[in-house]
């Protein structure tokens, strides 16, 4: 066990910063519901940075820097400085607590949820013991209805039929009380039972449990309707504490800095490790320990002296959060607690032959969380280490320690090369990205037993263009090869003892990426999405020639989206960069715009309404832009909605910004929401603090809503509802800043779009109606998602106007949530005979089934595959929201082939295919998404079996399905053809 003190805030802060440059910008319109209404602006060509799943490499992606284009010989890696060896684990000494009194201990749902792995779809898993502290525990149960608990918004649901919530107590402790807060006042309708007699009292949503059985009390939710569910929301305890219970205080002092952490528990910058840091994990320790949600962290590899791990240092708020990250450990072996040299408690815990220490404190007035999570070094582990003392250490031939580069290589090979070399099986190596003096490329340096391995090595590049053979400043041979415009150079050398090859790839930095990225049906001359722009041809990124994984079982394949190294994160991919954020908390800032020509107490307009339409609970006659996405995303997204109280006056009259333009890139270009959103924030910096508006530090606000008078007008933008990106900038192409962030991202919609009739999108006239559709779909794009229509309206949509990013109120379909990241697992057909599979309902639990002929687990989201959903009639397709007239499966074809394309040295990614393009007449060129319809609709019921379908290259699918049942489950029988 290990200490460190971790000084780090400037430094590392300087390093994460990534600044945002713009290019150019473009329009997104809707807002109708309907097929009639709506317009689209002119794209301009070039990207931006801000651009939907634009993906370049920074230079903080993989380290910039290295080898020149003539590589010369590497030097002998120094040894780093690493932390002391662990000491022996000892057995805890727990604090004493006096006996006889009472201790309360209490968890929100969110907190009861993330202490515990989840299911297949996100539920809970019934009989799992979640603890509140070492003495009390919580287990839901599923009972009769067969339906897993699950995290519903933020409260935890469980079902009717028999669902159950048992509190223990444990090493002799009593229980005294259980208060449940449960969510709207749905207390389960009064049909809660308790076991052994316990009381039950109710009052509001508050349910108080009298136990009868100090060690023990079950409720079971009865009844048979979905009214009878307990929706819960936290769970207090009270119970009598003994002598040395050593329970971590639930009612912690406040840090001395309080706002270190992000004030409230939830908004904070990092939420989960980088995908770098999850390989480094994987290949020191062998697992990735849990993350703790912070504002500054660092993380320090080591192995020495018969130990190799991974060291991390958080931030951490108050003792309050680090318990509840403690109680994220509770599925490993509790080896007790030592105390260190400083006086601080370190808590041990282990998993097989790892051992992980974890240690609270404070220094100079900041709290912190560490964790060193280690193992002996002889135990498995890949990746770049030190230098074994030994370099022949390969106990015979093809015995090596590594065989393959890790995911994070290969994407670095991929963004800076645009291939992956060949890897030569070794016992140590390093590689090292860089661009510069016109080239990019990466360095690769590793061990090689002898000469026969070189040539052996030699031979996997016979495929390549053989380009000779050149001799360096030490007398070395190195091999030239290329592919395309990429040149590979490689070497083979003795030093000091140990024998080596190093291979040099790059490219010249403006030359387009080579190599395995070409191929496939480019679609026509117009691609990309509205986004990005441009015309000709592209090298499209494809499955083609793709052969499906093998079986993990029972006839599937688990896809896990975000393994996918040919392309970066989804989530990455999944929204703008230095745009909204898709997961965690994003602060979206709605600012209600009045002119002096249109004032909003003339016209009879509230900011209440405005409030209701995007705020948490608002009365609507549909879903509030926050409940939305909060539950579209399965909780993975919290929109932090400040509407400003007051109606922001511009200095002009609204009919001089409708007609103001400037000159963009040589055009007169409109420009007159521009300067109103200028106005406004530079007010709005005066009376508040704009940077809190940006969640992930990149220097822009996340979201801003600009809710004008005007009147609605289709035919102009001005008057209508759009996402717009690439703030209006100064003469120096600079974005204007307020605060140290500006906006780059927003949406612009009439104040009338708020009382949008959900029967016809042309009457505005019922201001009884409350309707956030409008600001719903603008917010889609805002995130990322496209339109789903065709935006000159010259045919029929793809998917029939069933979608929030078409013309309908409902969920978000299956793929956005993919391109999204809220959704990153999913099952694929894979068998040879036939199978039976169950899938529940997806709106609430995003479960989903793949089928196709070709699938590359390298390119996860972005392939052509078919997607396959239990369609049901409730959460946000219930009411006035839903797309089709009942339950069943439903089923959509997706190619979301990106392409790439290269815009002043850096390369680009996007989705190649769209639905909008006017001049495709839908089904003569491939569509981004589109519904598959049988003989009675989209809809398949029970006995329905899928037609013949085929794919975009032309082949016949090789799977049908027959649908077997609907109810709870749908039960579906997949067979290959």
């Known amino acids: 066990m290990k200490k460190q003190i971790c000084i780090f805030f400037a430094l590392l802060m300087a390093i994460l910063m990534l600044a945002g440059c713009a290019l150019s910008g473009g329009r997104d319109t809707g807002g109708a519901t309907d097929d009639t209404s709506g317009g689209e602006v002119e794209v301009p060509d070039a990207p931006t940075d801000s651009d939907t799943n634009v993906d370049k490499p920074t230079d903080t992606d993989t380290g910039v820097g290295g080898e020149p284009s003539e590589p010369s010989e590497p030097s002998e890696p120094s040894e780093p400085e690493k932390p002391s060896e662990p000491s022996e684990p000892s057995k805890p000494e727990n604090p004493d607590e006096p006996s006889g009194v009472e201790i309360t201990v209490s968890k929100t749902a969110a907190q009861l949820a993330e202490s515990i792995g989840k299911g297949e779809n996100g539920d809970i898993v019934s009989g799992s013991e979640i603890k509140l502290d070492n003495n009390i525990s919580v287990e839901f149960g599923k009972g009769t209805a067969n339906t897993e608990p699950a995290l519903y918004s933020e409260a935890i649901r469980i079902y ?544 801003v809503v600009l809710v004008t008078t005007l009147e609605i007008d289709p035919d102009t933008d001005f008057y209508w509802a759009y996402r717009y990106w690439n703030i209006y900038a100064d003469e120096n192409d600079n974005y204007y800043e307020y605060d140290g962030v500006s906006a780059n991202d927003y949406l612009w919609a009439p104040y009338e779009f708020i009382h949008e009739n959900p029967e016809n999108s042309e009457d505005y006239s019922d201001k009884s109606i409350i309707n956030p559709y409008t600001f719903i779909h603008e917010f889609g794009h805002i995130l990322g998602a496209e339109d789903y229509y065709d935006t000159a309206y010259a045919g029929s949509s793809p998917l029939d106007g069933n979608d929030i990013m078409d013309a309908k109120i409902g969920d978000h379909n299956a793929y956005t949530k993919f391109n999204l990241g809220w959704i990153t697992n999913s099952r694929l057909v894979v068998t040879d005979t036939e199978i039976t599979v169950t899938l529940d309902a997806f709106s609430e639990s995003g479960d989903t089934l793949i089928i196709a002929n070709n699938f590359d687990p390298s390119l996860g989201v972005y392939q052509e595959y078919y997607i396959i959903v239990y369609y049901t009639e409730d959460e946000l397709n219930s009411g006035v929201g839903g797309y089709f007239d009942g339950e069943g499966i439903i089923v959509y074809h997706v190619n979301a082939s990106l392409f790439c394309e290269e815009y002043d040295g850096e390369m680009y990614y996007d989705v190649y295919n769209t639905n909008t393009d006017p001049s495709d007449s839908y089904g003569t060129e491939n569509n981004l998404i589109e519904l598959v319809e049988n003989d009675f609709g989209y809809l398949f019921l029970e006995g329905d079996t899928l037609g013949t379908l085929t794919d975009d290259l032309g082949a016949p699918l090789g799977y049908t399905f027959t649908v077997e049942s609907l109810g709870e489950q749908a039960t579906l029988t997949v067979s290959a053809k």
């Open 160 to 703: 009717q039929n028999g669902g159950t919530l048992t509190v223990s107590a444990k090493n002799g402790r009593e229980l005294k009380a259980i208060i449940i807060t449960a969510s709207d006042g749905k207390t389960g309708s009064g049909r809660l039972v308790a076991s052994d007699g316990s009381e039950i009292s109710v009052s509001g949503n508050i349910i108080t449990i009298t136990p009868s059985n100090t060690q023990e009390v079950t409720v079971t939710v009865g009844g048979s309707n979905k009214s009878d569910r307990l929706y819960v929301e936290s769970i207090e305890v009270v119970y009598m504490g003994q002598s040395g219970d050593g329970t971590i205080p639930n009612e912690p002092s406040e840090p001395e800095n309080p706002d270190i952490g992000g004030g409230d528990g939830k908004e904070y910058l990092y939420n989960d490790f980088t995908a770098e840091e999850k390989s480094t994990y994987e290949k020191y320790v062998g697992l990735v320990i849990p993350f703790l949600a912070n504002n500054d962290y660092y993380i320090e590899s080591y192995d020495e002296e018969g130990y190799q791990g991974v060291y991390l240092s958080a931030l951490c708020e108050s003792e309050e959060d680090f318990g509840w990250y403690l109680a994220k450990f509770s599925s490993y072996t509790n080896d007790g607690t030592d105390v260190d040299e400083y006086g601080d408690t370190w808590y041990l815990f282990s998993q097989g032959n790892v051992y992980i220490d974890v240690c609270y404190y404070e220094y100079e007035g900041a709290y912190y969380v560490d964790v060193d999570a280690y193992r002996e070094s002889s135990g498995d582990v890949g990746g770049d280490t030190t230098e074994p003392e030994d370099p022949d250490t390969g106990d015979g031939e093809g015995e090596y320690q590594y065989y393959e580069f890790t995911a994070q290589e290969k994407s670095t090979y991929n963004d800076y090369v645009g291939l992956v070399i060949p890897f030569i099986p070794n016992n140590y190596y390093e590689i090292e990205a860089y661009d510069e003096g016109g080239y990019r490329g990466v360095y690769y340096s590793a061990l090689c037993k002898s000469e026969t391995a070189f040539s052996w090595y030699l031979a996997m590049f016979s495929s390549y263009s053989n380009d000779g053979t050149d001799v360096d400043e030490y007398g070395d041979t190195w091999y030239l090869f290329s592919q395309g415009n990429v040149f590979i150079d490689v070497c083979y050398y003795q030093y000091e003892g140990a024998y080596y090859v190093d291979v040099d790839a790059y490219r010249e930095s403006s030359g387009d990426v080579g190599g395995d990225v070409g191929g496939g049906d480019d679609g026509g001359d117009s691609g990309g999405n509205d986004n990005i722009g441009g015309e000709g041809d592209k090298d499209v990124i494809t499955n083609a020639g793709a052969s499906l994984p093998e079986d993990d079982g029972d006839g599937i394949y688990d896809v896990d989206f975000t393994d996918a190294d040919k392309v970066k994160d989804v989530t990455d991919q999944g929204y703008f960069l230095d745009g909204c954020p898709t997961l965690g908390s994003s602060g979206v800032l709605v600012i209600p715009v009045e002119f002096s020509d249109r004032t909003a107490s003339s016209l009879g307009y509230d900011i209440d309404n405005i409030k209701s339409a995007f705020e948490k609970g608002g009365e609507n006659i549909y879903y509030s832009v926050y409940d939305y996405y909060y539950i579209s995303s399965l909780g993975q997204l919290t929109l932090d909605i400040t509407v400003v109280d007051e109606w922001f006056r511009p200095s002009k009259p609204s009919t001089y910004y409708a007609s103001y333009t400037d000159n963009y890139d040589g055009t007169e270009t409109p420009m007159g929401d521009q300067l109103v959103i200028d106005e406004a924030l530079a007010y709005l910096a005066e009376i508040m603090d704009l940077s809190k508006f940006d969640s992930d530090s990149n220097g822009t606000i996340d979201a």
